[in-house]
């Protein structure tokens, strides 16, 4: 025991020097381990926003139920956007008209050709004839940009027009 004492007395000065050195370095062990604490509450808190004395099971159970239901809404969107495109492919998308005097007794450009397409060139052609004593109208098909009825040069100009996406020809 008197050993220990002895060094004890002729180191002393090493002794208290490596204490201080300890003490420095549990407080600076201290403060990291505080600012570490600090950022994790502050998660913890941002984590929890809105909760009410919900454990950390129930909100990823909550979130897991929400996270379904959006995929589910997604489909359903999905679904209806592909309805719409299949829609919008059969609707009129393409079309054209031409103003022309049919008969040279007529002052005007009274008669007319309109061609109303869709993605694939499929729609009609309606076209006015104005004439001094009656006026006729008329409808023709249009299949992939062609029709099973004669065309007139109006009327394929009014289709060629509104395939090339002409809208108004004088």
Known sequence: METIINFIQDYNWVLVLALIALVIVLIIIEIINRVEYN?????????????????????????TGKIENSLDDISNLKENVNMLN????????????????????VGSDLSFSIALLNENDDGVIITGIYGRNESTCFAKPVENGLSKYELSEEEKQVVKNAINGIMVTK
């Open 39 to 63: 950022r994790l509450e502050r998660r913890y808190k941002k984590l929890m926003r809105g909760t009410t004395g919900k454990n950390i099971e129930e909100l990823i159970y909550d979130f």
């Open 86 to 105: 299949n829609k919008f492919k059969k609707s009129i998308q393409k079309y054209s008209i031409i103003r022309y005097r049919a008969f040279e007794d």
